[in-house]
């Protein structure tokens, strides 16, 4: 029992959180306050319990664990007085996000395919409901809606997938039934990697990303596109490392022109947008490319090198998300480019973490997007996709050139009067979280063995 | 005694000092005493290295090596020697030049305006130190951001367009050569002592023929672009006229001076047998360049743009000495690029001073300012004679010993070169016509030299004389790296 408990101590802790927070708001006079420093206090224990490095828990769910919980806990710093100002702030907020997060945790170390159908769900359905957060937005409920219907869609291909791996192999455990031979099998596994691959938006199914995004309030699509993508890369990496040398045969080339096209999309996507959220979503499908490209290489070293990228992403797109939400007014978010001019001079804090956060998207050194570049494509070629590689290498320079636009108008333009440089108030929490997201952006660009030693260490072994 | 971190040293007091900028962010006299003093201490430590290195109390090379990223086999090292050491004191000297040329361009935000110059010397250190192919990649990668900004938000015109072209350029090959340097890595995983950015040891792996081309054309593709070799020197001019005195005194002499040496250090060594085979394109290139730079430059309107062009026209007679096989123009070419560095710093901060001074550079405009300020005028001839190799001067070395060592190679290769250097003249002496004689064409008044551009005149004069008339240390620094590469690319020399 005790060792159950140890096992699955940040599941626990998680649903239970949930549960609490939404138990509070029973209660006839709790202080406002009292929903974030709880979740928050929730989502700090399955870090804590990763870095205690428990016995019996999983590496993955180790990894997991510590990632999700800096995600959650940064997210609840960023949302705490942005959503009170807004005034969607309330008990089903934090629940929804806790448990969103517990479904992140469960898809990321689930080793059946059930366990992972489950997982996938709980973390969209919550999603869905955070996304749309905001009742008088009709852009958010809208952007809900954008994502819960195809998002069904993606579901049902999912589960037809299981059924006919299972239907092949009898077997329900991700392991063994995709080591059975067969071309059910192999069919089963292309229809799950589409319904995985929708949640990671990889091209061609991406195209639901950017107006989510762009409808999401900018801490939640922080907590999207950070939290669904790394746990959703997880269960990408897990099947990846399982496929049978025969099925891996029919489906990596397909993997393979999918990582090309989600690059090439993403990338050059980005470039004709006038909206800084839809950029950043175009950008964090470029990155989901680069990922694909580690997973293709999961043996040859590529599964440390994704899972060192995933977390410098959860980085930069919670900074760079957190950062466009700290330099909103109060009504809605700014979004729109050329009401960043001139704003590096007028909020340098705030706009200073945008730029970081962009820098590690472009993958410039001295950041962990650097680091994390030459990790993957490091990995892609000792696997030997050279040409997918090059190709890659070349979308990025794309990469390179929004994430200069975006800085040039921080920078390089002076600001117009139509765009007031007026913020909110972010509050401790929030500035906190940017605070640590930025250097530890810069942390993981100049001292990565530290990531990758914990990475080594936890995989090492298996 | 433990030993100093020297070359840490050397590269991180900039960036700690322009991270100590913002703190003056108000006071704009403050920012330049305390940049020019930054500046100051940065050349006082590269000398204070010179003199130890030539007393001999380092060895043959000065170097520090940490263990970074141990799983991938990279390390924090570096590495000073005689070429290092020579790039390095140059760094620091137009570092101090780039204080004393930035009176008008620091008057909005001068903090950020001297923090990304410091920063921006820090990079260039960095690549000038690195023996870490993944370090200095990295450094390489770096060093365009603080550009990026100094032309970005300090320049005039489109200083944004021109900005972003140059950061492209430049980031295309950047990340070109990034994953070349990845795949060296990659292939290193097989050597016996497992994965390894170390350059000695990548120059000692044994690449097939035909990966070790594509590689050398990554890794040169990126040093081309900075270097300028046509036909990748487009981002150049432009970015050269746009620029703030300063950025173009760091463009024209550091960052192009990053291209040549990376060239000399890392991609002959890494792939010997490539360099063989694109020796001949490469010399034609450079060779074109030098033709090609100089009739574009008669056309020029714009002095900066026509010093621009020059830089083009001597980058690629070095760049053909560099890959000719002859040692003697080996040497040559670093002279050539220290001199360059030296010339090109003055004649950029003269025509900066004549913008400051009438509002513009156009020749049209120009005419007759050796009448009215004869300090200036003396000063702009001196730096377009040094620019013109004038024997005695700086230039003069480099190009006579590149000159003598295509001789002995390639005698139609060298003619070429001789007539290139004689077009260099058409341009340089309209420049000092256009700008020195004739009736002035302005009725606006043209104060003569202030103390603080004497200054800096006259330590790029001493240094260019300096070079002019005792290249010998100079060549007796760069003698055994360059016998070291020279011996690995071509052994039968």
Not at chain 1, 215 to 220: E, K, S
Not at chain 2, 76 to 103: E, H, K, N, P, Q
Request: aromatic content about 10%; proline content about 5%; some cysteine.
């Amino acid at each position: 029992m005790s060792a159950f408990v140890v096992a699955y101590f940040p599941h626990l802790c998680l649903a239970f959180g949930g549960l609490l927070v939404l138990c509070l708001s029973m209660a006839r006079s709790v202080p406002a306050g009292f929903y974030p420093v709880t979740a928050g206090l929730f989502a700090a224990l399955p870090g804590l319990w990763a870095v205690a490095g428990p016995q019996g828990g999983s590496p993955i769910a180790c990894f997991y664990a510590g990632l999700l919980s800096v995600i959650a806990l940064a997210t609840i710093g960023l949302l705490a007085r942005y959503a009170k100002r807004r005034g969607f702030a309330g008990d089903a907020l934090y629940g929804l996000l806790l448990w969103s997060a517990l479904g992140m945790l469960l898809l990321a170390d689930a080793d059946d395919w059930i366990m992972l159908a489950v997982g996938l769900e709980l973390a969209s359905l919550c999603l869905y409901a955070l996304i749309a957060a905001r009742l008088d937005d009709n852009l958010g409920t809208e952007a809900a809606l954008k994502y819960f219907l195809p998002g069904a869609m993606a579901l049902a291909v999912l589960l037809f997938g299981m059924a006919l791996i299972y239907a092949a192999s009898g077997s329900l455990e991700i392991a063994a039934s995709l080591a059975a031979p067969g071309p059910l099998t192999a069919a089963g596994l292309a229809l799950v990697l589409i319904g995985v691959g929708f949640k990671l938006s990889l091209a061609p199914v991406h195209l639901w990303t950017p107006d989510v995004y762009q409808g999401a309030p900018a801490p939640v699509a922080a907590f999207l596109s950070s939290g669904s993508k790394a746990a959703a890369a997880a269960a990408l990496l897990h099947v990846c490392s399982e496929v049978s040398p025969e099925a891996k045969e029919l489906l990596w080339p397909a993997l393979a022109v999918a990582a090309g096209l989600t690059m090439a999309v993403g990338n050059l996507g980005a470039v004709a947008q006038g909206s800084v959220k839809r950029l950043l979503a175009y950008s964090s499908i470029a990155q989901m490319g680069y990922i694909l490209m580690a997973a293709m290489a999961v043996n040859d070293g590529g599964g440390e090198a994704a899972l060192f990228y995933l977390a410098a992403f959860a980085l930069m797109d919670l900074a760079a998300f957190g950062a466009v939400g700290a330099l909103s007014a109060e009504i809605g978010d700014r979004d729109d480019i050329a009401a960043y001019r001139g704003l590096g001079y007028v909020h340098p804090w705030r706009a200073g973490v945008l730029a970081i956060g962009l820098a590690s998207l472009a993958g410039l050194p001295p950041t962990a997007g650097f680091v994390g570049k030459f990790l993957v494509f490091g990995a892609a070629l000792s696997a030997g996709y050279v040409g997918l590689a090059a190709f890659g290498i070349i979308t990025a320079v794309v990469g390179v050139f929004y994430a200069l636009r975006l800085l040039a108008a921080l920078y390089m333009r002076e600001s117009l009067i139509a765009h007031p440089a007026a913020v909110y108030a972010t509050g401790p929490a929030a500035t906190l979280a940017l605070g640590v997201m930025a250097a530890g952006l810069v942390g993981l660009g100049l001292f990565p063995q530290t990531l990758l030693g914990t990475i080594a260490a936890l995989f090492g072994g298996a | 005694m433990r030993q100093l971190p020297w070359l840490s040293l050397i590269i991180f007091w900039p960036l700690v000092a322009a991270c100590v900028m913002p703190a003056l962010r108000g006071d704009a006299v403050a920012c330049r005493r305390f940049a020019l003093l930054a500046a100051l201490g940065e050349l006082a430590l590269c000398a204070l290295i010179a003199g130890l290195f030539a007393a001999g109390s380092f060895g043959p090379a000065l170097i520090e090596d940490a263990a970074w990223i141990p799983s991938f086999g990279i390390r924090y090292s570096l590495s000073l020697d005689g070429l290092s050491l020579i790039f390095v004191v140059l760094t620091a000297l137009i570092g101090l030049c780039c204080m004393l040329a930035s009176r008008h361009d620091d008057r909005e935000r001068p903090a950020l305006y001297y923090g990304l110059i410091l920063a921006s010397l820090t990079t260039v250190q960095g690549i000038f130190l690195a023996s870490d192919v993944f370090l200095f990649a990295l450094f390489w990668e770096a060093q365009l951001i603080p550009v990026f900004f100094l032309i970005g938000v300090f320049g005039h015109g489109d200083k944004l367009r021109v900005a972003m072209k140059f950061f492209l350029f430049s980031a295309t090959g950047g990340l070109l050569m990034f994953l070349a340097v990845i795949a060296l890595g990659v292939l290193s995983a097989g050597a016996p002592d497992g994965p390894n950015f170390a350059l000695e040891a990548l120059t000692r792996l044994d690449i097939p023929q035909n990966v070790g081309r594509w590689l050398f054309a990554a890794f040169v593709l990126s040093f081309a672009i900075k270097i300028p070799l046509i036909p990748v020197h487009m981002w150049l001019p432009d970015a050269h006229t746009e620029a703030p005195t300063a950025g173009s005194l760091i463009l024209a002499g550091l960052l192009l001076k990053t291209g040549g040496y990376a060239l000399i250090r890392f991609a002959l060594p890494l792939f010997p047998e490539a360099a063989h085979a694109f020796a001949p394109a490469l010399t034609v290139l450079g060779l074109v360049g030098l033709f090609y730079a100089s009739a574009v430059a008669v056309a020029q309107e714009d002095v900066k743009r026509l010093i621009a062009y020059s830089s083009i026209g001597h980058m690629g007679l070095a760049v053909a000495a560099i890959v000719s096989g002859s040692r003697l123009a080996l040497g040559g070419a670093v002279l050539l690029m220290v001199s360059h560095a030296l010339t090109s710093g003055g004649l950029f901060s003269l025509a900066g001073a004549i913008g400051e001074r009438l509002g513009s550079r156009r020749f049209t405009i120009l005419g007759g300012l050796w009448n009215k300020a004869p300090h200036f005028g003396a000063a702009f001839l001196f730096c377009v004679l040094a620019s013109a190799a004038l024997p005695g001067l700086s230039g003069f070395v480099g190009e006579a010993m590149i000159v003598f060592g295509l001789f002995k190679v390639n005698v139609l290769a060298a003619g070429l070169a001789v007539a290139g250097m004689a077009a260099t003249l058409v341009y340089l002496l309209r420049l000092a016509r256009d700008v020195l004689y004739g009736p002035p064409r302005s009725a606006l008044p043209f104060p003569d030299l202030d103390a603080r551009e004497t200054v800096l005149l006259s330590l790029l004069a001493v240094g260019i004389v300096w070079l002019g008339l005792f290249p010998g240390p100079v060549l007796g620094l760069a003698a055994e790296p360059l016998n070291a590469i020279a011996a690995r690319v071509w052994p039968g020399l």
